[in-house]
């Protein structure tokens, strides 16, 4: 079984920065996109930032420019550095891969919380 950890969440003020962190672990053959999402109170989950093994990002419009996803492979690891935070990047932050074991599937971390004061 495939298990994502996330860490790094947090409360912060608006400007500030924050790095979250997730790491996969299981019987892990290969791990093709990571990525990170994002669901606020009474909204759907959204993509906040992908990356593909080999480096290639994508990310939301809302956060281009202030938040920059990486990812180390020798670790299965993926990290969000969030900077210049606004009230309204305060969410639930999920950590998601598509990861192939005996198949490919995808998987999600438990989500950590991401709160930015005014």
């Known amino acids: 079984q495939v298990q994502l950890v996330e860490s790094g969440g947090g409360l912060v003020q608006a400007g500030g920065s924050l790095r979250l962190s997730c790491a996969a672990s299981?019987?892990?053959?290969?791990?093709?996109?990571m990525g990170w999402y994002r669901q606020a109170p009474g909204k759907q989950r959204e993509l906040v930032a992908t990356?593909?093994?080999?480096?290639?990002?994508n990310s939301a419009d809302s956060v281009k420019g202030r938040f920059t996803i990486s990812r180390d492979n020798a670790k299965n690891s993926v990290f969000l550095q969030m900077n210049s935070l606004k009230p309204e990047d305060t969410a639930v932050y999920y950590c998601?891969?598509?990861?192939?074991?005996?198949?490919?599937?995808?998987?999600w971390g438990q989500g950590t919380q991401v709160t930015v004061s005014s």
């Open positions: 998601h891969a598509i990861v192939t074991t005996t198949y490919s599937g995808q998987y």
């Open positions: 299981g019987y892990i053959r290969s791990i093709n996109r």
């Open positions: 990356i593909a093994t080999g480096g290639i990002t």
